[in-house]
């Protein structure tokens, strides 16, 4: 018949446990240390190959999105501050912000990532090729991840920012892509051509009114009402000096 073991073989393997327990903590603990050490090394070789090309960066967007590739494989974020080097180098959230707000009496909120595009390239005259779709989409990924209600959304073949937190349903969007062919609609038009009754046309655009998103024209030249969409309208020359 085995023995049991008594109170102190039981003893003796349970420190025996917290030693082991307490080797693989000290091991894991010096193991995420070095992994940390290696990547602030990294991240600070990543600061330096910017500094040293950052006219590639600025000028090339090819070379650019690779750079914000190998940025992200690290953790690092070009775009995640106001103020130092990488804000200095990319970032142009706070210029995409001051954009949108300028031009918000005109859009509702609502402008065309071209068009945005455009304005910022205007904006940051002494780098006018240096900002591409890719920049602003990543910037505004960014800034909606902080809350600020930015959104790309679509409408046809356009790609339209969101500054406001408006909430367009099918309807709307119908219209939207409907008014990029001359940059507006009437009331017949949009019966006409989706096949809707006249209360449905009329409360889908009253609602793109309130929202800031159309403008009235009673000066048409065939006496009809005109629906005008700035945000699929060029305004180009807005701001442009800002």
């Known amino acids: 018949m085995r023995r049991r073991p008594g109170i102190g073989g039981l003893q003796t393997a349970a420190a025996a446990r917290d030693q082991y327990r307490a080797l693989g903590e000290n091991v894991a603990k010096l193991r995420t240390d070095l992994m940390k050490e290696q990547l602030a090394t990294f991240r600070s070789q990543l600061e330096e190959f910017a500094r040293k090309h950052k006219n590639d960066i600025r000028k090339n967007p090819s070379f650019r999105s690779q750079f914000h590739e190998m940025c992200a494989k690290v953790g690092v974020d070009p775009l995640a ?10 970032g142009i959230g706070v210029q995409i912000v001051e954009i949108c ?8 909120g609502l402008i065309d990532l071209q068009e945005l595009c455009k304005l910022l390239r205007q904006k940051r005259k002494h780098d006018r090729e240096a ?9 505004i990924s960014k800034l909606k991840t902080l809350g600020s209600g930015f959104e790309v959304i679509s409408a046809g073949k356009k790609k339209l920012v969101r500054s406001v937190p408006t909430e367009l349903n099918k309807d709307h969007n119908q219209i939207l892509e409907l008014a990029q062919a001359q940059g507006y609609v009437t009331v017949d038009e949009v019966e006409r051509r989706l096949s809707w009754t006249h209360g449905r046309a009329i409360d889908a655009l ?3 009114l309130e929202e800031g998103l159309a403008m009235i024209d009673d000066g048409h030249r065939d006496g009809k009402r005109c629906y005008w969409f700035p945000c699929v309208s060029s305004i180009s020359s807005f701001g442009a000096d800002n």
């Open 101 to 108: 707000l300028a031009t918000r009496p005109l859009n509702g």
């Open 81 to 90: 501050s106001n103020k130092g080097f990488w804000a200095e180098l990319l």
């Open 131 to 139: 900002v591409s779709e890719d920049d602003c989409l990543r910037a």
């Open 206 to 208: 009253d609602t793109l």
